[in-house]
């Protein structure tokens, strides 16, 4: 019997589900004790896969963590109940945590903070970036429809028909996507010689299936005529205008360019100490029967660009228009080498003047939470209109967006988008007004849920509150003037009392060099010239704060995270739980955190695992080891706990064995780097035992031993490395 076939009040086929009231934490919870693993992450799963659509909510903008709605419904079903039953019953059910404060001291594109208002509980969201702030306040924000309707009309009526002015062909047809090329000067090869276009191949537009759909685009590279090639039978493109035989490879390969003389030169060297120059080369054309085009460049294209050149000069200073440099970081070293110094440098003129127009009609509007909501519009379309996007292909979304990677990776053969867009454009304002703005509006009125019916996760609507708060001050939430609280800053201070918070709900960041804050840059440099809230910090150039807690070195993580657990022992009540969701590859990562939350006088009393929020990440799924589980790390303070906990390394892993077949049996995959990353943790999480007497590093030796055991109990084993395999 699955989890999902245990019987519930909701799953039973009752057209009401129960209505279920908590007000307090229980002094043992099911969190600790009887988590519901299978049940919470087979609706995960089912999320993971369009995350936007089950939780539009927080889905507004791009975030780089942003986690999975079910699982945060899960963990705050099961922290205030007392059974695994109670659990199921509280998460299938019509839970409310009316007089509950939840706090999220991470909280991202805010998750758990809308996840605890749908069950009415109160919520503190504190984060260290304005960009994730923003986000968050979109959660949980009470809009209007019928004002946001009017101001989208205001920017449409102020900003269209300037904007499709300059995305049109010289039949005035409307041009969906221009194709760019960089270009590169041979060093080797006199100044006058013509540049490198830096294609690795000529082919620019295919199927996302081409096995089946093999006819695609392909360019010419001497006239530059736009040719359909097989790409399963073709080698060659044969151009019906000029008659030249070329190749479908292009000049480029990996980081080395080849120019028409035969020098070798990496791309990189060629350079110089600008970003590219960008040669257009081909359109795709809205025709008016509704089919797509896919055409040359011609002479009015051209002087279309150069008109959108003239009109950036002229207008700039009344625009908005990014600002401020790239600092040097994991995250943009990439970029600067590539001598994309400037934010303004990522766009084209056009894309400059056309988002510029866009910006100053927002930034015109009177205050007010639509004008916030279409901020953030704004801000998310930038994201798919930049120089740093690309063609995708027919078949899917048009647009691959900038943050396909966790890098700012520059673009050899860029797509510039039409900005505002038509029905059938991807990436645009008015499309997204629809699949972000509205979805979410629409979701904030009737919430739904993804819950067990007939033994599968399936929809519901009628287990939450809406989603539309006033946000308010924290002495608006003492004394009950408001029921959120979302602010900007460290969450190593917090202005709230002594146990003032009844549950820590959290998912920070963990040991390495991804930060959020190099990335989020990008958005910083529009959104200062916008400020789409009143305390969004406009005089700074930059969204790295010197408190983050995002560092690969263990010191530094370990330093900046106690901080915030010390911070959040404060404030939790003494019946209180802090727990967070955590996966760590490196068996220093966990160390660290085991040693901050001793620190802050906490004990772990639990790890659970629970399905992580990616299935569809191509970064996890080609690791050697790909991880498809979080651990859920429960915590109390340590005078408060009440129940007898395992105190050895075998009888943590008997336990995390149990969660972990719990989640194989409800059909989640579990690879060789869950079982470490979970049984890691419970091991480690000992040392937070007031009467543990081994030391770290003893109780790493014993996790080593205990993966393995664990493993094999669960008939796991680890994936080869693509040199291992060779090797084998």
Known sequence: MTIFEQESMFSTGNAEPAQISRNAVPPV???????????????????????????????????????????????????????????????????????????DPFAGSGTTLAEAAKLGAKVVGRDINPVATLVQRQALAQWDLARLESVYKQVEARVRRDIDELHRDKHGRTVLYYFWVALAQCPHCPPSSPPVELFSRYVFAQHAYPKKYPNSKAICPHCHAVEIVNVVEDKQIECGSCRQVSSLTGPVNRAVMTCQQGHETKVLDSLGDQPPKMRMYAKQVLSNDGTRLYEPIDEFDIALYEKAVRLLAEQAEHLVLPA????????????????????????????????????????????????????????????????????????????????????????????????????????????????????????????????????????????????????????????????????????????????????????????????????????????????????????????????????????????????????????????????????????????????????????????????????????????ANPSNLDSIVVCRQADQVTSALPTTASAVRKRAVTALRECLDAGITVGYADVESVIRGSVLALHTLPDCTASLEELSIDAEREVFKAATELNVEPKKSSREAGRS
């Not at 930049?386 to 797509?415: D, I, Q, W, Y």
């Open 324 to 623: 401020g440099t790239l600092d040097d970081g994991y995250n943009t070293r990439q970029a600067i080498r590539w001598n994309y110094r400037e934010w303004k440098h990522f766009f084209n003129a056009r894309q400059l003047y056309s988002m510029g127009l866009l910006g100053s009609a927002i930034r015109d509007l009177d205050s007010s939470p639509e004008r916030e909501a279409l901020a953030t519009l704004f801000s998310g379309v930038l994201e798919f209109n930049n120089l740093f996007c690309s063609f995708k292909g027919e078949g899917t979304g048009a647009v691959r967006h900038m943050f396909s990677n966790h890098v700012l990776k520059p673009e050899r053969t860029p797509l510039e988008a039409h900005p505002w867009g038509t029905p059938v454009s991807s990436g645009s304002f008015s499309t997204l007004y629809k699949s972000r703005i509205l979805r979410a509006w629409e979701y904030k009125q009737q919430p739904h849920d993804l819950v067990p019916v007939d033994g599968k996760p399936e929809r519901a609507f009628n287990l939450s509150v809406p989603l539309s708060l006033q946000l308010g001050s924290a002495e608006d939430l003492q004394h009950q003037r408001s029921s959120a609280y979302v602010q900007c800053g460290s969450s190593a201070s917090f202005d709230l009392p002594n146990n003032s918070v009844d549950l820590v709900i959290t998912d920070p960041p963990f040991m390495d060099n991804v930060h959020y804050s190099e990335l989020a840059d990008f958005f910083h440099a529009w959104l200062r010239q916008i400020q789409p809230f009143d305390d969004y910090p406009t005089d700074v150039g930059t969204t790295r704060h010197t408190e983050e807690v995002q560092s690969a070195d263990p010191g530094e993580f370990g330093h900046a995270i106690a901080a915030v657990w010390k911070e959040c022992a404060r404030i939790l009540k003494p019946s209180g739980i802090l727990a967070f969701t955590f996966h760590q590859a490196r068996i220093a990562g966990w160390i660290e955190l085991v040693k901050a939350l001793e620190t802050a006088g906490l004990v772990v009393t639990a790890v659970q695992p629970v399905k992580a929020e990616m299935s569809t990440s191509t970064i996890k799924s080609s690791a």
């Open 29 to 103: 919870s099911a969190l600790e004790t009887a988590f519901p693993a299978g049940l919470v992450s087979a609706a995960a799963e089912r999320e993971s896969w369009r995350k936007e659509v089950h939780r539009p909510a927080t889905h507004t903008h791009k975030w780089w963590a942003q986690r999975l709605g079910s699982v945060f419904r899960g963990i705050l079903a099961a922290a205030v109940a007392e059974s695994e039953q109670d659990a199921v019953e509280c998460y299938s059910n019509a839970l409310r945590l009316e007089d509950l404060v939840v706090c």
